[in-house]
């Protein structure tokens, strides 16, 4: 069972201050991991390829990156359980820039693959743990308007390392990516001790296992899973199934631009009025948004519909994430944000692959018809979940 926590303080009340000291430290780790981690996103698949792994070492690359990723989000609670959050920060974020020097020695695939592997456990390990006590510094009474800040802190670096990565290395030359992208998050270590160490938040535990038998839990994470499934098809095959390039760049810009907004937007208003109304429209809207893409052939539908897309999925991100954080006690932060994550990534990693076998046989225009139908069977726990709305009580005012 898990525990609901109430967010409700009472009417009259003066919101808490946001900005604190402890989460100004805390950006700064936030940023030393997503510079780490994404200014070689794209750049490592693309320099194992130019490095002579063959047709399929780009992929090879990401899937190591990617399972490493999900195997270590899985762990991390039980890291931080039992070592508190400031070791096992501090170890993900040097298993997140040590290894990548190496890449610079060598282009092996053997080489590329382990480093992958370690840079991708130690990204989810840094991101889980960093998360968890990312929610314990944030007023509950702000827990959405929080959210919202921490993902424009983390999501405006990545928006500008994911095409700086490959730029950088074709005209610099690729020992600057590396370079940059160790020092990052190794620099960022030095912000660790710093930080508060809650070790023994209020509540009991919640651990991986007990949060995968809980609905509460599973409900909203599904839910958005089922979001991040279309992000994944969108960021990966929008370019090949779009004839106008020039309508491919704008979309692929307003996307994330439109979803910035809307977590803010979320974030402030689930605050006021509870996240738990947010997560059915943010799927309907996000589902929307996958069949205006569906036009493929007209530029203005498939800008339109990376907005409308873009709109849902940042709603999505905030109410989901808010809402499972309220349904647990502190002590289970680190569980939700390792549940979280791995919805996120796997949504992402099993809508690029199984689209682009469907699209094979449909073509691309009826492969998105399709993906906005599957999208839809989560319909289902977000109707649930929102008859139940356990936990998402909005503060009283």
């Not at 827990?143 to 928006?159: D, F, K, T």
């Not at 007209?298 to 809402?323: E, H, I, R």
């Not at 936990?391 to 005012?397: D, E, L, V």
């Amino acid at each position: 069972m898990t525990t609901t926590i109430d967010s409700a303080t009472g009417s009259g009340c003066a919101r808490p201050p946001l900005l604190t000291r402890a989460l100004l430290l805390r950006f700064v780790s936030l940023l030393g991991t997503s510079i780490g981690f994404n200014l070689l996103l794209s750049a490592v698949p693309l320099y194992a390829q130019e490095s002579g792994g063959g047709e399929h070492a780009a992929g090879l690359a990401t899937g190591a990156l990617m399972l490493a990723t999900v195997v270590g989000e899985l762990a991390t609670p039980w890291l931080t359980a039992r070592f508190g959050y400031r070791p096992v920060l501090a170890a993900g974020l040097v298993l997140l820039g040590a290894p990548t020097p190496v890449l610079a020695w060598t282009g092996g695939m053997a080489a590329v693959v382990t480093v992958c592997l370690l840079r991708g456990l130690g990204f989810a390990v840094a991101l889980v743990a960093g998360g968890a006590l990312t929610a314990a510094l944030i007023p509950a009474e702000r827990r959405g308007e929080g959210l919202a800040l921490v993902g424009l802190v983390s999501g405006l670096p990545a928006l500008a390392c994911l095409p700086l990565g490959v730029w950088l290395g074709q005209h610099l030359g690729w020992g600057w990516v590396f370079a940059i992208g160790a020092a990052a998050p190794l620099a960022a270590v030095a912000s660790v001790p710093a930080l508060p160490d809650r070790t023994r938040a209020g509540g009991p535990t919640v651990g991986v296992w007990e949060g995968l038998r809980s609905g509460a839990l599973l409900r909203p994470a599904a839910v958005f899973g089922a979001t991040a499934l279309a992000a994944g098809i969108l960021v990966t095959f929008l370019p090949l199934a779009v004839p106008s390039a020039a309508a491919v760049a704008v979309a692929l810009l307003v996307q994330p631009g439109a979803a910035t907004l809307t977590r803010w937007l979320a974030g402030r208003y689930g605050d006021r009025r509870g996240s738990a109304g947010l997560v059915l429209p943010a799927l309907l809207v996000s589902a929307a948004g996958v069949l205006l893409l569906a036009a493929t052939g007209s530029p203005v539908a498939v800008v339109a519909g990376a907005a409308v897309f873009g709109a849902g999925f940042g709603v999505a991100q905030n109410a989901t994430l808010a809402l499972m954080y309220a349904r647990v006690p502190p002590a289970g932060y680190g569980t939700v944000t390792a549940l979280w994550n791995v919805a996120y990534d796997g949504g992402m990693g099993i809508g690029a692959v199984a689209f682009g076998a469907v699209a094979g046989g449909t073509g691309y225009p009826w492969a998105f018809v399709l993906t906005a139908a599957v999208m839809l069977a989560a319909l289902a726990p977000a109707r649930w979940d929102r008859r139940r709305a356990g936990g998402s009580a909005p503060p009283r005012r």
